[in-house]
């Protein structure tokens, strides 16, 4: 299984400030044949269902608010909320999607400083 | 709109099944595969396996092989996932989830939580 390591686990900033997470895979999820990473980006709210944010490690998913980029490529990647608002309080997991079994980071829990 | 809706919660004794359905709207059931993620408490993502509702094909994550069985039945657009010999610690919140064969999934259930204690 492929391992996926978050950092931090947690991270306190203050509203308008960035807030940036990183997701380390255990090994390449770039796919060479078609150059697509097989990395997705969840957010969790208290007592909510995931809800995705990014796939293919950077294509934001529809309705989703432009403060919220995904970058990386190979092994290494972030996510970065480039001016955090009260409503993205929430646990933030990254997925890879490469090879099953789909396996998630443990998680980083955004609050405000 | 698309719409996963999962069944209520349960509580269950050490070595009993559940069976948890996910009944979808909005879209068209067989064109898409259902995920099955289990979170305990407090605790992260865990993905169970999927199954093709247009074909019933099913992957099951190794850890569950043998306890976990997921079906569909496409006349009510419902998928259902029974877990058997329950353990305490398999009390966690079970999700739905709709996708293409692997993820990313888009579309989520609210969640069943499934309680084991003797």
């Known amino acids: 299984d492929i391992v996926m390591t978050q950092s931090p686990d947690s991270l306190a900033v203050s509203l308008g400030e960035r807030a940036t997470i990183t997701c380390k895979s255990g090994?390449?999820?770039?796919?060479?044949?078609?150059?697509?990473?097989?990395l997705a980006w969840y957010q969790q709210k208290p007592g909510q269902p995931p809800k995705l944010l990014i796939y293919?490690?950077?294509t934001r998913e529809s309705g989703v608010p432009d403060r919220f980029s995904g970058s990386g490529s190979g092994t290494d990647f972030t996510l970065t909320i480039s001016s955090l608002q009260a409503e993205d309080v929430a646990i933030y997991y990254c997925?890879?999607?490469?090879?099953?079994?789909?396996?998630f980071g443990q998680g980083t829990k955004v609050e405000i400083k | 709109q698309v719409q996963l809706v999962q069944s209520g919660a349960e509580v269950r004794k050490p070595g009993a099944s559940v069976k948890v359905s996910c009944k979808a709207s909005?879209?068209?059931?067989?064109?898409?595969?259902i995920h099955w993620v289990r979170q305990a408490p407090g605790q992260g993502l865990e993905w169970m396996g999927w199954?093709?509702?247009?074909?019933?094909?099913?992957d099951y994550a190794q850890r569950f092989q043998g306890r976990v069985t997921m079906t569909s039945d496409t006349s009510i657009s419902t998928a259902y996932m029974e877990l058997s010999r329950l353990r305490s610690d398999d009390t966690a919140v079970f999700y739905c989830?709709?996708?293409?064969?692997?993820?990313?999934?888009?579309?989520w259930g609210q969640g069943t939580l499934v309680t084991v204690s003797s």
């Open positions: 293919w490690a950077s």
């Open positions: 909005g879209y068209t059931f067989t064109g898409y595969y």
């Open positions: 199954i093709n509702p247009n074909t019933g094909d099913t």
């Open positions: 989830a709709r996708g293409p064969q692997y993820p990313p999934l888009d579309y």
């Open positions: 090994r390449s999820v770039l796919y060479s044949s078609n150059n697509k990473n097989y």
């Open positions: 997925q890879q999607y490469y090879s099953t079994p789909p396996t």
